[in-house]
């Protein structure tokens, strides 16, 4: 299933919008990177998921 949220550059501040995978039956939190589309800086999203949502999604420095 896919889920299209917005989050803001670790970097840049800019505000991009993401598409995470996230399966039907999944729950529980996940860590993924995504490159910035405006900088290109890798961001690492941290997020849970409650029934299919993602929730609590925090963004920072993709290079830890």
């Known amino acids: 299933m896919s889920v299209f949220i917005t989050i803001v550059c670790n970097?840049?501040?800019?505000?991009?919008?993401?598409?995470l995978q996230i399966g039907a039956?999944?729950?529980?939190?996940?860590?993924?990177?995504?490159?910035?589309t405006i900088c290109c800086n890798p961001n690492k999203i941290n997020?849970?998921?409650?029934?299919?949502?993602?929730?609590?999604?925090?963004?920072s420095d993709g290079n830890e």
């Open 25 to 36: 039956d999944f729950y529980g939190q996940n860590d993924e990177i995504y490159d910035c």
């Open 47 to 59: 997020y849970f998921v409650n029934d299919g949502v993602p929730e609590n999604v925090i963004v």
């Open 11 to 19: 970097f840049c501040y800019e505000p991009f919008n993401i598409d």
